[in-house]
């Protein structure tokens, strides 16, 4: 039982390049969900899916978009990138709901130059 | 939506002692308020949540206390130790349809002195 993994686990892209981050979880979980970390700004909320087929805006969706063909994964696509979009990315999954534990990746750490 | 503020963002104690760290939250439908430690470098990993129906609850050094009156919540941790240094993150999530996203605050760096 591997739990939530995401890779890369480092990645340095230029500016106005495209990306998809990976997220694969094999717990079965029903929610799955991308947030971004930045210094002093904690953990903010991209997008979320509460099973295959629905996905839903979070908190700071511009840039970013997401797909959920399979309960397992959830990647995250970068459109263009943009310095802006500089930072560490987690993915985490729950049963099915935001008022479970939420089961963090080890993260993703993005530099856009 | 949702807003939630957490103090202090750094705190250092002398190993032993206790630490407390404060949140506050904006939207009173909200009715789980869970806690994350994240250790450097590492994913966050929960550590501690209460729902509104319950004022209290502790698992061994670790306590939460939750007042919803006042729409705040805090975390204590006693008799400190060095593997207590990391970030510390609070979070309060919703039930209704709509608000039911998970929000955090910005974090505590929390440093124990040995």
């Known amino acids: 039982n591997a739990g939530v993994t995401q890779t890369p686990k480092f990645q340095v892209l230029k500016t106005g390049q495209s990306m998809t981050l990976q997220c694969a979880q094999d717990m079965n979980h029903e929610y799955m969900s991308w947030y971004r970390q930045d210094p002093g700004m904690g953990l903010r909320l991209i997008h979320y899916?509460?099973?295959?087929?629905?996905?839903d805006q979070g908190e700071v969706p511009n840039g970013y978009n997401v797909s959920r063909s399979t309960t397992e994964d959830f990647p995250l696509r970068l459109l263009s990138a943009a310095p802006s979009q500089t930072s560490v990315y987690f993915c985490?999954?729950?049963?099915?709901?935001?008022?479970?534990?939420?089961?963090f990746g080890d993260g993703t750490r993005l530099s856009i130059l | 939506g949702e807003n939630v503020e957490q103090h202090p963002s750094t705190l250092s104690v002398q190993e032993g002692d206790s630490a407390v760290i404060k949140c506050t939250y904006s939207?009173?439908?909200?009715?789980?308020f869970p806690w994350y430690k994240q250790e450097l470098g590492k994913r966050p990993q929960l550590i501690i949540d209460i729902r509104s129906n319950v004022g209290e609850k502790k698992d061994q050094r670790i306590a939460v206390t939750l007042n919803k009156t006042a729409k705040h919540f805090s975390l204590h941790i006693t008799e400190t130790q060095p593997e207590d240094s990391a970030v510390y993150f609070c979070?309060?999530?919703?039930?209704?349809?709509?608000?039911?996203?998970?929000?955090f605050g910005t974090g505590t760096r929390l440093t124990i002195i040995p």
């Open positions: 985490a999954s729950s049963w099915t709901g935001f008022d479970q534990p939420q089961h």
């Open positions: 939207d009173s439908a909200s009715n789980y």
């Open positions: 899916s509460v099973g295959a087929g629905i996905t």
């Open positions: 979070a309060a999530s919703g039930a209704d349809f709509g608000n039911e996203k998970l929000t």
